[in-house]
């Protein structure tokens, strides 16, 4: 006995494929506000990378006339570019090796001992994140035109400290919370000393958590604008400043291509580093 | 061999300690010295209140302003706040908390303060793409008939901005929240017959409300005591607090200066109560 | 072969009363394998902590060939030691783990691959040169961190309870590896657990370690059958004792009269027996006391009475075959004069 075509279809084949159909929308439907979200998280770079790339666009064309490069090259070779976008690298470089170096043994006492004052000390650390950058930098400019460090590199990487200390030190505190002397003491056994051990050992396993910490410094060196602008009193002018005194001036082509260049380097960095992320980190630094 | 490697925990912490300890001491230190009048780089600088009696008092070139500029501040800082707050809320419970999602989320947090208002002005200043656009499917002819959504009076682009910001955060900090809420007071609840509704009113927000309070107060105390944004995104009058201090800091007449850092230290006192008692709710 | 000398260790911590190890002496030598019994708590791990070097005694001393080592760093000292967990160094493959030690000396490479390869093949796992920790299984995982301990041809290995966290058949087979390469390396061991049937196993010698001092030292089967004191016998499991007056070849003791063996015996003493020589009977028989069941449990190899003796409660073991005595029953409880022994006090 054979069933007829449309019965056969109706029971054998139409049911799976409903199913399939409907999870299809319900995705889609799912999915469909967040087209919305997204638009709004990129729409700061779609409209650099409009304006980056533009030529002689004039109010009230919708797009630009002409697709070009031009603005790149010529704000890439602008020498006070190139200075900044130097300047930048070194300094982000600097205070991401030096808070890395100076935060390592403070987050290793943090996280693995128990000693009075804990408390105390962890408060200390924690200071820098909630006292406003403005006046940290109104104070520190005076006190660093007395000693002579207004407007140099090394002034600028002391006073990027304050910020990255405690972000470098709590994300490798984390780290050491969860750590296990034991691993150190077996080294120790096998005829490790201390500072092999420290190589050896003790860094690789805390490494995702310093490649961490290493992109906080990174990313919050490369943003400083208030800082870098109080101490570096109008000689260091970082990328951050540049682009903000091009934001105020006024060519939108200029200012996008700045901002492009400005977001390079810390996409790249974050890019590094992304197998160790896990979110919650880039959020920790708020 | 333990004792030397493992030494004593103070001296572990003395280089990172003494660095924050001095810079931020020194710099509060300082600020407070200039703005009571002392060390003002004038020939005669002595112990005066003058500055903090102007503030408060509404005298002088300062203290014309400051109220006006507090009331600003708080408006900018609050209205950011709470909508973000609410929106976060919504955005948290609509979104299934999947990867590309938090990836999505993450990266706005990545992505500088300065750099999002900068996009937002090239966007929505009245030359911006959204005016041409705008102007190409003929709502406006010119410019200046695009309404002034950045760069106007009442702090709105400085308010979307943050919010642009604030969001993901809050967001982001919510749905970790609730990802660690386990699955089993939500069925508890259900079983006991409450609807969707209810049981996100008296299961899911009450486990919400105090990581969203005190994030929200850190993003408060943020806004507050920040420069970049109202800087590149606010006009002449009314300005945020940040931006009116560093004025008078910059001011060539050096007594200003006094008056500068008393400002400053205004908005520490309240970005510090502010962040005490974000740190109080989170410890709940 | 090192010899290893432990005199009068003591180690007080901050905030105890007592000291966590109070005068331990021990003497290693042969290339033996000591066990270290005790119960948790006892020292244990502090022992070997001293021994190693993390922490420093507050007195005494440790010579490893009549020479005081407790001036050198931990990595100059020659004694390894190996967890309950492998701690294997889980960013390095099994050949750069148990390579370590040999790095650490500058040996050259291809004498490295060398030595790695001939330790692999004492443990038993060849070929696995290239795997990750995580890639092995827990008994796997502690021959390879053995391997790694032994490749620096130590002075003294020291065992803090390494089979503990393993599954019964793996730990068995562990059991007898570790034996055999000890013996074959004649490496002066000590082997510190809580598990009595595992230290007998393995070792030359037992030590009994309470309240930080050594109770009782000398061979398994010594110690098992007649354990010198109270303590220790309590602790090879031995429940039952006879402290009274001893006369001719008989005890008076509150539990009741029994003959001995020790006619000479004159005098207060204290007698005990261990439970599985303690034998049931329906009917009186010679040197049986009368006793009630009150308990008993089936432990597979054997049955476990609990009795009433004489205002005491003591445990017994008797073999299935000995037959089945009820819950209540009065019992008389044979304690057989060859199997009293003397303890001290």
Same mark, same amino acid.
Request: with cysteine; aromatic share 10%.
């Given at each position: 006995?054979?069933?007829?075509?449309?019965?056969?279809?109706?029971?054998?084949?139409?049911?799976?494929?409903?199913?399939?159909?409907?999870?299809?929308?319900?995705?889609?439907?799912?999915?469909?506000?967040?087209?919305?979200?997204?638009?709004?998280?990129?729409?700061?770079?779609?409209?650099?990378?409009?304006?980056?790339?533009?030529?002689?666009?004039?109010?009230?064309?919708?797009?630009?006339?002409?697709?070009?490069?031009?603005?790149?090259?010529?704000?890439?070779?602008?020498?006070?570019?190139?200075?900044?976008?130097?300047?930048?690298?070194?300094?982000?470089?600097?205070?991401?090796?030096?808070?890395?170096?100076?935060?390592?043994?403070?987050?290793?006492?943090?996280?693995?001992?128990?000693?009075?004052?804990?408390?105390?000390?962890?408060?200390?650390?924690?200071?820098?994140?909630?006292?406003?950058?403005?006046?940290?930098?109104?104070?520190?400019?005076?006190?660093?035109?007395?000693?002579?460090?207004?407007?140099?590199?090394?002034?600028?990487?002391?006073?990027?400290?304050?910020?990255?200390?405690?972000?470098?030190?709590?994300?490798?505190?984390?780290?050491?919370?969860?750590?296990?002397?034991?691993?150190?003491?077996?080294?120790?056994?096998?005829?490790?000393?201390?500072?092999?051990?420290?190589?050896?050992?003790?860094?690789?396993?805390?490494?995702?958590?310093?490649?961490?910490?290493?992109?906080?410094?990174?990313?919050?060196?490369?943003?400083?604008?208030?800082?870098?602008?109080?101490?570096?009193?109008?000689?260091?002018?970082?990328?951050?400043?540049?682009?903000?005194?091009?934001?105020?001036?006024?060519?939108?082509?200029?200012?996008?291509?700045?901002?492009?260049?400005?977001?390079?380097?810390?996409?790249?960095?974050?890019?590094?580093?992304?197998?160790?992320?896990?979110?919650?980190?880039?959020?920790?630094?708020? | 061999?333990?004792?030397?490697?493992?030494?004593?925990?103070?001296?572990?912490?003395?280089?990172?300690?003494?660095?924050?300890?001095?810079?931020?001491?020194?710099?509060?230190?300082?600020?407070?010295?200039?703005?009571?009048?002392?060390?003002?780089?004038?020939?005669?600088?002595?112990?005066?209140?003058?500055?903090?009696?102007?503030?408060?008092?509404?005298?002088?070139?300062?203290?014309?302003?400051?109220?006006?500029?507090?009331?600003?501040?708080?408006?900018?800082?609050?209205?950011?706040?709470?909508?973000?707050?609410?929106?976060?809320?919504?955005?948290?419970?609509?979104?299934?908390?999947?990867?590309?999602?938090?990836?999505?989320?993450?990266?706005?947090?990545?992505?500088?303060?300065?750099?999002?208002?900068?996009?937002?002005?090239?966007?929505?200043?009245?030359?911006?793409?959204?005016?041409?656009?705008?102007?190409?499917?003929?709502?406006?002819?010119?410019?200046?008939?695009?309404?002034?959504?950045?760069?106007?009076?009442?702090?709105?682009?400085?308010?979307?901005?943050?919010?642009?910001?604030?969001?993901?955060?809050?967001?982001?900090?919510?749905?970790?929240?609730?990802?660690?809420?386990?699955?089993?007071?939500?069925?508890?609840?259900?079983?006991?017959?409450?609807?969707?509704?209810?049981?996100?009113?008296?299961?899911?927000?009450?486990?919400?409300?105090?990581?969203?309070?005190?994030?929200?107060?850190?993003?408060?105390?943020?806004?507050?005591?920040?420069?970049?944004?109202?800087?590149?995104?606010?006009?002449?009058?009314?300005?945020?607090?940040?931006?009116?201090?560093?004025?008078?800091?910059?001011?060539?007449?050096?007594?200003?200066?006094?008056?500068?850092?008393?400002?400053?230290?205004?908005?520490?006192?309240?970005?510090?109560?502010?962040?005490?008692?974000?740190?109080?709710?989170?410890?709940? | 072969?090192?010899?290893?000398?432990?005199?009068?260790?003591?180690?007080?911590?901050?905030?105890?009363?007592?000291?966590?190890?109070?005068?331990?002496?021990?003497?290693? %030598?042969? @290339?033996? $394998?000591?066990? /270290?019994? +005790?119960?948790? *708590?006892?020292? &244990?791990?502090?022992?070997?902590? #001293?021994?190693?070097?993390?922490?420093?005694?507050?007195?005494?001393?440790?010579?490893?060939?009549?020479?005081?080592?407790?001036?050198?760093?931990?990595?100059?000292?020659?004694?390894?030691?190996?967890?309950?967990?492998?701690?294997?160094?889980?960013?390095?493959?099994?050949?750069?783990?148990?390579?370590?030690?040999?790095?650490?000396?500058?040996?050259?490479?291809?004498?490295?691959?060398? %030595?790695? @390869?001939? $330790?692999?093949? /004492?443990? +038993?796992?060849? *070929?696995?040169? &290239?795997?990750?920790?995580?890639? #092995?299984?827990?008994?796997?995982?502690?021959?390879?961190?053995?391997?790694?301990?032994?490749?620096?041809?130590?002075?003294?290995?020291?065992?803090?309870?390494?089979?503990?966290?393993?599954?019964?058949?793996?730990?068995?087979?562990?059991?007898?590896?570790?034996?055999?390469?000890?013996?074959?390396?004649?490496?002066?061991?000590?082997?510190?657990?809580?598990?009595?049937?595992?230290?007998?196993?393995?070792?030359?010698?037992?030590?009994?370690?309470?309240?930080?001092?050594?109770?009782?030292?000398?061979?398994?089967?010594?110690?098992?059958?007649?354990?010198?004191?109270?303590?220790?016998?309590?602790?090879?499991?031995?429940?039952?004792?006879?402290?009274?007056?001893?006369?001719?070849?008989?005890?008076?003791?509150?539990?009741?009269?029994?003959?001995?063996?020790?006619?000479?015996?004159?005098?207060?003493?204290?007698?005990?027996?261990?439970?599985?020589?303690?034998?049931?009977?329906?009917?009186?028989?010679?040197?049986?006391?009368?006793?009630?069941?009150?308990?008993?449990?089936?432990?597979?190899?054997?049955?476990?009475?609990?009795?009433?003796?004489?205002?005491?409660?003591?445990?017994?073991?008797?073999?299935?075959?000995?037959?089945?005595?009820?819950?209540?029953?009065?019992?008389?409880?044979?304690?057989?004069?060859?199997?009293?022994?003397?303890?001290?006090?």
């Amino acid at each position: 006995m054979t069933q007829d075509p449309l019965s056969a279809f109706e029971n054998n084949i139409a049911p799976p494929l409903k199913i399939r159909v409907l999870d299809f929308w319900g995705r889609l439907g799912g999915g469909l506000p967040r087209i919305p979200l997204y638009t709004l998280l990129a729409a700061p770079l779609g409209v650099f990378i409009l304006y980056a790339f533009s030529q002689g666009w004039f109010f009230p064309a919708p797009f630009p006339e002409t697709w070009t490069t031009s603005a790149f090259e010529r704000v890439l070779s602008d020498s006070r570019t190139l200075t900044s976008l130097r300047d930048s690298l070194m300094i982000a470089a600097a205070v991401s090796l030096l808070s890395l170096v100076i935060g390592f043994p403070a987050a290793r006492a943090l996280g693995l001992r128990q000693f009075r004052g804990r408390q105390a000390a962890w408060l200390l650390l924690y200071l820098p994140t909630v006292v406003p950058p403005l006046a940290i930098g109104m104070g520190l400019n005076i006190l660093f035109l007395q000693i002579g460090l207004a407007g140099s590199l090394h002034g600028i990487v002391l006073a990027h400290l304050v910020p990255t200390l405690p972000y470098v030190t709590f994300t490798l505190a984390g780290a050491f919370a969860r750590y296990d002397e034991a691993y150190e003491f077996q080294a120790w056994v096998l005829g490790a000393g201390a500072w092999r051990t420290l190589f050896t050992v003790t860094l690789p396993m805390i490494a995702p958590s310093l490649a961490v910490a290493a992109l906080f410094a990174f990313l919050i060196s490369w943003s400083q604008y208030l800082l870098t602008l109080l101490i570096g009193s109008g000689r260091v002018i970082t990328l951050p400043v540049l682009l903000f005194s091009a934001a105020s001036g006024g060519n939108p082509v200029t200012i996008a291509v700045l901002a492009l260049v400005f977001l390079a380097p810390p996409a790249l960095v974050i890019v590094a580093t992304a197998r160790h992320l896990h979110g919650g980190e880039i959020r920790e630094q708020y | 061999m333990r004792d030397r490697l493992i030494f004593s925990p103070w001296l572990a912490l003395a280089p990172a300690l003494t660095i924050i300890v001095l810079l931020l001491g020194a710099s509060l230190a300082y600020g407070l010295a200039q703005s009571l009048g002392l060390m003002s780089g004038l020939n005669e600088s002595s112990f005066s209140l003058r500055a903090y009696a102007d503030l408060f008092s509404g005298q002088g070139i300062a203290g014309r302003e400051f109220w006006g500029s507090l009331g600003f501040s708080l408006w900018v800082s609050l209205a950011s706040t709470l909508i973000s707050a609410f929106l976060a809320l919504l955005l948290a419970f609509w979104l299934s908390g999947s990867r590309f999602d938090t990836l999505a989320l993450n990266s706005n947090l990545a992505f500088p303060h300065l750099v999002w208002a900068i996009g937002l002005l090239l966007l929505l200043s009245q030359s911006g793409l959204l005016a041409r656009w705008a102007a190409s499917l003929g709502w406006i002819s010119m410019p200046a008939e695009f309404p002034v959504l950045v760069r106007d009076k009442y702090g709105f682009g400085i308010i979307l901005s943050y919010i642009g910001k604030e969001v993901p955060f809050l967001a982001l900090l919510i749905i970790s929240v609730l990802k660690t809420q386990p699955d089993g007071y939500n069925l508890v609840a259900e079983n006991l017959g409450a609807s969707r509704w209810q049981r996100i009113r008296y299961v899911t927000l009450p486990l919400v409300l105090p990581a969203l309070l005190s994030g929200s107060l850190l993003a408060f105390a943020f806004i507050f005591s920040s420069y970049e944004v109202p800087a590149l995104l606010g006009v002449n009058y009314p300005r945020m607090l940040p931006v009116l201090a560093l004025r008078f800091f910059n001011d060539p007449d050096l007594s200003a200066r006094a008056d500068g850092m008393a400002i400053s230290l205004v908005i520490t006192v309240i970005t510090l109560v502010v962040a005490w008692i974000s740190l109080r709710k989170g410890e709940q | 072969m090192t010899q290893v000398n432990i005199t009068n260790l003591t180690k007080r911590y901050p905030n105890q009363p007592a000291p966590v190890l109070d005068n331990f002496s021990l003497f290693v %030598e042969n @290339g033996e $394998m000591v066990a /270290l019994l +005790g119960p948790s *708590g006892s020292g &244990k791990s502090t022992l070997l902590k #001293l021994i190693t070097g993390i922490e420093r005694p507050d007195t005494g001393d440790v010579q490893f060939d009549g020479v005081s080592i407790l001036n050198l760093p931990p990595s100059k000292r020659g004694a390894v030691f190996m967890f309950q967990k492998s701690y294997l160094f889980p960013f390095l493959s099994v050949e750069e783990n148990i390579g370590f030690g040999l790095k650490v000396k500058r040996t050259p490479r291809d004498e490295i691959c060398r %030595e790695v @390869g001939r $330790m692999l093949e /004492l443990i +038993g796992l060849p *070929g696995i040169e &290239k795997r990750k920790p995580s890639q #092995l299984s827990g008994g796997e995982q502690q021959r390879v961190a053995l391997a790694r301990a032994l490749v620096t041809h130590p002075k003294l290995l020291l065992l803090d309870e390494p089979l503990s966290s393993l599954d019964t058949e793996v730990r068995l087979g562990l059991q007898e590896a570790i034996r055999n390469i000890q013996q074959e390396l004649k490496i002066a061991t000590i082997f510190v657990t809580h598990d009595l049937g595992e230290a007998m196993a393995m070792s030359n010698r037992m030590a009994i370690l309470l309240n930080g001092r050594v109770a009782a030292l000398d061979q398994p089967n010594v110690l098992f059958h007649r354990p010198p004191c109270v303590e220790s016998a309590r602790f090879v499991g031995v429940n039952l004792f006879l402290s009274g007056e001893a006369a001719n070849g008989w005890l008076d003791s509150a539990v009741g009269r029994v003959k001995i063996r020790d006619a000479k015996k004159a005098g207060r003493g204290v007698f005990a027996i261990r439970p599985e020589h303690i034998r049931l009977f329906k009917e009186p028989k010679e040197n049986a006391l009368p006793g009630v069941v009150q308990g008993c449990l089936y432990r597979g190899e054997y049955m476990e009475y609990q009795l009433a003796l004489g205002g005491q409660t003591t445990r017994a073991r008797l073999p299935l075959s000995a037959g089945m005595f009820a819950h209540g029953e009065p019992v008389f409880v044979q304690l057989p004069a060859e199997n009293l022994f003397e303890v001290a006090g």
